[in-house]
C-alpha cells in the first residue's frame, strides 16, 4: 500500500492552462505539505495544511492555491501556467505538528510547461 | 531565519569506502536533525533523525550525531554500496511558535562505483 500517492506522476503542458495535482495519504496523518523541487535539486516548502487548516504559505504566486477536502487530501491547483513553474513538485505528510516528527514523501509529480 | 548548509556534491566513492557528508545548521531554539535519501526518480525517504544534542541517530549503516557546541548533524557510513548511490538531504525542523517548516540543505549527490 502506498503511504503517499500523487497524481498524476508526469504533467506536460502548455504555458497559459490550469492544472491540478492530487495527493492523498493513508497513514491518518494530520498534517500534508507541498514542496517545489527545482533542477538543481533544491526543495523548498509552499504549503502546509494541518487538519484541513492552512498553516503554512510560503511566498508563492497566488496562482498556486491548495485544497484540503479532508485530512487525507491535499491538492493542488496552478492558474495560468508560466514556464519557471517547471519542478517536481512533492506532497508529504506528518503525524501532526509535535516536536520531531518526520515527514513522508510522495514520488513526486514532475511538471513540464512548453 | 534557520538554515542548513552541507557540502557540495557530487561526491564519488568507490564500493567500500567511507563516507562523510558535512551538515551544519543554524536555528532559534533546539531544532529537531534529519537526513533524507532521494533515490532516483523517487520521493524522499527519511533515512535517520536526531531530535536531541548528543543524539544519535542511524539506520542501514548510516549513522549522524547532533552536535549542539558545532551546530553539526554530519552523516558517516563506513563502507558504501552501490545501492548507495542517491541525493542526501540534511534538514531542520523548528517547532517553536508557529514555525514547523522543514528547512532542507542543498542536497548531496553521491555516486558509488563498483
Known amino acids: 500500500d502506498t503511504a503517499v500517492s500523487q497524481t498524476p506522476k508526469y504533467l506536460v503542458t502548455q504555458m497559459g492552462n490550469d492544472k491540478s495535482i492530487k495527493c492523498e495519504q493513508n497513514?491518518?496523518?494530520?498534517?500534508m505539505y507541498w514542496y517545489k523541487q527545482d533542477s538543481k535539486k533544491f526543495l523548498k516548502i509552499m504549503f502546509s495544511y494541518n487538519n484541513k487548516e492552512l498553516i503554512i504559505n510560503e511566498t508563492v504566486p497566488n496562482r498556486f492555491s491548495p485544497k484540503s477536502p479532508d485530512k487525507a487530501h491535499l491538492n493542488l491547483h496552478i492558474n495560468s501556467l508560466e514556464l519557471g513553474d517547471s519542478a517536481v513538485y512533492f506532497c508529504?505528510?506528518?503525524?501532526?505538528?509535535?516536536?520531531?516528527?518526520?515527514?513522508?514523501f510522495g514520488d513526486g509529480t514532475r511538471l513540464s510547461i512548453l | 531565519g534557520d538554515s542548513v548548509t552541507q557540502m557540495e556534491g557530487p561526491v564519488t566513492l568507490s564500493e567500500e569506502a567511507f563516507l562523510t557528508i558535512n551538515c551544519t545548521y543554524t536555528a532559534t531554539g533546539y531544532p529537531s536533525l534529519f537526513w533524507y535519501v532521494q533515490y532516483p526518480g523517487e520521493g524522499l525517504q527519511l533515512l535517520l533523525k536526531a531530535t536531541k544534542a548528543d543524539d544519535k541517530g542511524s539506520n542501514k549503516g548510516f549513522e549522524a550525531t547532533y552536535r549542539k557546541e558545532t551546530t553539526s548533524f554530519h552523516l558517516e557510513k563506513g563502507s558504501v554500496q552501490v545501492s548507495d548511490s542517491a541525493v542526501y538531504f540534511c534538514a531542520l525542523v523548528y517547532s517553536g511558535g508557529s514555525n514547523y517548516k522543514l528547512t532542507f540543505g542543498k542536497g548531496t549527490l553521491l555516486t558509488v562505483n563498483p
Open positions: 508529504a505528510s506528518s503525524q501532526d505538528l509535535a516536536y520531531g516528527q518526520p515527514q513522508h
Open positions: 497513514l491518518g496523518h494530520d498534517t
